[in-house]
């Protein structure tokens, strides 16, 4: 049976694993260092994998896969005991650091970003922003790849005045290359971005071959409400899915499941999944056929266990808005604190069908928790995840769920402080099922 999860310290532990986690890379570091915690090895991409039963955990740039093959495997069930995946995303709409940064406009020292993702565009005016990422270095041994995450305020995309665009209250119409450009300085000379990033990192400036640094809001993560029991935080979606599912995978090893419990991480979902880390790429399926691999199995194994499959694609879900509650369809009302979400689109923008919901389902059975059922309004898109992606490229039986929230993809999010232990808590018994 799944253990029970804490509120309070569930809660909690969303706080910092978000404030630690700036980037998608930062993500992976912090889910790997709590699989450390609990008796995960890194397994390096390019080497064999272990053929012992282990637990085990790979990173791939902002992308990360774990798993457990002590239960199946130890117990004799063979490489092609099935396996139950969880899987999240590590990215979340931000604005990035174009590659040639530095520029001066009217005396102000600015540095030139490009957003990505589908970000709430005023949500980061007059913020203060860090900044964090990956750089390349080179070293004697050849290039390595250094994290820095600098939580000073660096940065700020300044609103224009009421006073010279009065009109802003009817409507709020931002460029997205000319109005969310950040200062960093004042001065008639470009700042320097380069030698800034090699301060951080402890490397010379001709020593720099390449970066990926993104803006981030330095406001910590906090409880609010009258009975602070919400979660305000920037990149809910969806760290707060990658946090929940990192906890159950190591709750669930305990269990020492039939089958292989899994997590992926995948980093890209937000512009599509198209890279070699994405849920669009190999990664997923090419790691679970590695494991039946290792495990002694053939080719045949892995289409056998993959028929036994199934996976729970998790991406947050709208909570009901009170005030713009129209926009919601009104059979379906969906709360924060209420428990995880079921979600649903027949024309497979989710990939959840009946089968799919019937383990996610069983799950928050197991668990104790409530479960909601997520629907879009007929008349209005439906948002996709990784969902379909995985679904359509490993053929395993799969469910779309999430954890309710407002204010999605903007600078700074809104979810229950309950909903972590119960979203904890059904993905660790979907990934170790009640035996008959």
């Avoid at 860090?130 to 390349?136: D, E, P, Q, T, W």
């Avoid at 800034?196 to 010379?204: K, N, P, S």
């Avoid at 879009?376 to 929230?405: E, I």
């Amino acid at each position: 049976m799944a253990h029970s999860f804490d509120t309070d310290t569930e809660a909690q532990g969303l706080i910092d694993y978000v404030d630690a986690s700036p980037t998608p890379f930062h993500a992976c570091a912090q889910a790997a260092a709590r699989l450390a915690e609990a008796g995960f090895t890194e397994v390096v991409e390019s080497e064999p994998f272990p053929t012992e039963p282990g637990r085990h955990w790979i990173v791939r740039g902002g992308s990360l896969i774990a798993w457990d093959t002590t239960g199946a495997h130890g117990a004799g069930a063979g490489p092609a005991a099935g396996f139950r995946v969880v899987g999240a995303h590590t990215d979340s709409p931000n604005l990035r650091l174009k590659p040639h940064a530095d520029h001066v406009k009217a005396g102000w020292q600015m540095l030139a970003v490009e957003p990505y993702g589908g970000l709430l565009h005023n949500s980061w005016l007059d913020r203060d922003l860090g900044l964090a990422g990956r750089v390349a270095v080179r070293t004697a041994g050849g290039v390595e790849a250094r994290l820095f995450h600098d939580t000073d305020p660096l940065l700020r995309v300044a609103q224009v005045a009421i006073h010279l665009e009065r009109g802003q209250n009817d409507g709020l119409v931002l460029n997205r290359q000319q109005h969310l450009v950040p200062l960093w300085g004042v001065g008639d000379e470009p700042g320097d971005v380069v030698g800034y990033l090699a301060e951080q990192v402890g490397a010379e400036r001709d020593d720099l071959l390449g970066w990926d640094v993104m803006t981030h809001p330095v406001e910590p993560s906090s409880r609010i409400g009258r009975e602070r029991d919400l979660i305000a935080a920037p990149r809910l979606d969806n760290l707060a899915t990658s946090y929940a599912a990192v906890r159950a995978l190591v709750d669930a090893a305990r269990s020492q499941p039939g089958h292989v419990p899994v997590l992926v991480l995948f980093d890209h979902e937000e512009i599509g999944s198209m890279s070699e880390r994405g849920a669009m790429s190999t990664l997923l399926p090419s790691v679970l056929e590695r494991i039946v691999a290792a495990g002694g199995g053939t080719r045949d194994d892995y289409w056998r266990a993959m028929a036994s499959t199934v996976i729970a694609s998790g991406d947050m879900a709208h909570a009901t808005h009170p005030n713009y509650a129209e926009l919601h369809e009104p059979m379906h009302r969906i709360a924060v604190n209420g428990g995880p979400v079921l979600k649903v689109n027949t024309n497979l923008r989710y990939a959840t069908d009946s089968m799919g919901e019937a383990a996610f389902r069983l799950a928050c059975e197991q668990a104790e928790v409530p479960m909601q059922t997520f629907v879009v309004r007929s008349d209005l898109p439906c948002g996709s995840t990784v969902g379909p992606m995985t679904s359509a490229l490993t053929g395993a039986t799969t469910v779309d769920f999430g954890a309710p929230t407002l204010s999605m993809h903007s600078a700074r999010e809104l979810c229950g402080a309950e909903d972590p232990a119960m979203y904890a808590g059904a993905l660790s018994a979907f990934l170790a099922p009640r035996r008959a």
